[in-house]
């Protein structure tokens, strides 16, 4: 089994900041693909930020600039750090690894995972 967990998000003002961090834990063999994406209330989710497992890094036009995405490769952890939010960033942010799992030495896959989300509002 594998797992994504959120952490970092939270209430902040016009133009602050927030780290958010997403841990994958649990049978991995390799993680190809990490991303961050937004969903908002009645709108779709899309992909705001990615890393690649070689290190190269993508972001959405509405980001660039602002955020930047991260790893910390000891314990599969990524984060995404946001300066210059604006309230429309407010949403719930969610991390997604395509992976690539070893199950008593039998590799499966690569799949995609998500995390559970964590809310980010952006509110003066």
């Known amino acids: 089994q594998v797992q994504l967990v959120e952490s970092g998000g939270g209430v902040v003002q016009p133009g602050g900041s927030l780290r958010l961090s997403c841990t994958a834990s649990?049978?991995?063999?390799?993680?190809?693909?990490m991303g961050w994406y937004r969903q908002a209330p009645d709108e779709q989710r899309y992909l705001v930020a990615s890393?690649?497992?070689?290190?190269?890094?993508m972001y959405g036009d509405s980001v660039k600039g602002r955020f930047t995405i991260s790893r910390w490769n000891i314990n599969n952890t990524y984060f995404l750090q946001m300066n210059y939010l604006t309230p429309e960033d407010s949403a719930v942010y969610y991390c997604k690894g395509v992976i690539t799992r070893r199950i008593q030495g039998r590799i499966q896959g690569p799949s995609d995972y998500w995390g559970q989300g964590t809310q980010v509002t952006v509110s003066s």
């Open positions: 649990g049978s991995i063999f390799s993680i190809h693909n």
């Open positions: 890393m690649t497992s070689d290190g190269r890094t």
